[in-house]
Each structure stands twice: as C-alpha cells, then as structure tokens.
C-alpha cells in the first residue's frame, strides 16, 4: 500500500494532502469496506509529517464516516463509505491516463475538471469544500471546517 501513499507535489497542509489521498482511494474502491488503514506512525514516515498531522487527517476521515478506528483493530474503512460507481472511475482512470502520457499537470486537469462541473452544475459546489482567503478548508459530515 505505501507506493499509493506517496506525498502529492500539490500545494496545500500536508493534513489535506493525506485526507485527501486516503478519501480518493476509498471513493475509486481501492480500499475497500473494512479494510485496515496504515498506522497513524506509518502513514506520517510515508508523507514525511509528524504523527499529529497524520491523526488529524484520520481525524477528519472519521469524522466524514469514512473510516472507524477501534483501539485493538485499528483505522478501518467504514462499511458505509460510499465508493463511485465504476462507471466514474473508468473514465476518470481514463483521464489520468491520457493526461500523463500528454505531460499535463494534475493541477490543470483538477481546474479544468473543477470549472466544467462548476458550469454544468452551477457556481455552487457541492463538495463539501468551501475556499477560505485562498486556502481550501475541508468540511466534515457535521459542517465543520477543517483544515
């Protein structure tokens, strides 16, 4: 599992980077319903973050239900993760494809991907991100902002 977990060269706190890493793989199905996270000791030598950063992004992973952690079994992926239908991931898998072999930047293709749906769907986005002083904050199951 470590080759997945290498440390994104996108900008952002290393917090999101991990959380956001973590809910991607849930989302695609690379990790699966009950399937055991890496340690909080694993995953910050993995991201190359103190331990406290790594726990915060667990933190937040559970906090959206995405993961339960109990103390003898560890961080787990929760039963009720919901994972995208194969039909999204397919064609996601697809992009990521096409865009490195063009030598695009995963940045470009994240805004460009980010302003189609903002003008199919609106200048809302409901992703549960909300854009503070141009710093994205991530927003937990309760509303919370966290970042």
Known sequence: MAS?????ADEG??????YRRFRGMIASGQL???????TVRQTARDFGVAQGTAAKAYRMLEQEGLVVTRTAAGTRVAATAATLPHRVVGPIRELVDAAESAGVQLSDVIDVLRVTWQSRVGAADDSGREEEGGRVAEKGASGQRHG
Not at 4 to 8: K, N, P
Not at 13 to 18: A, R
Not at 33 to 38: G, M, Q, T, V
């Open 32 to 38: 699966g319903a009950d399937e055991r996270l890496p």
């Open 13 to 18: 706190s290393p917090t999101l980077d991990i």
């Open 4 to 8: 997945h977990l290498q440390a994104s």
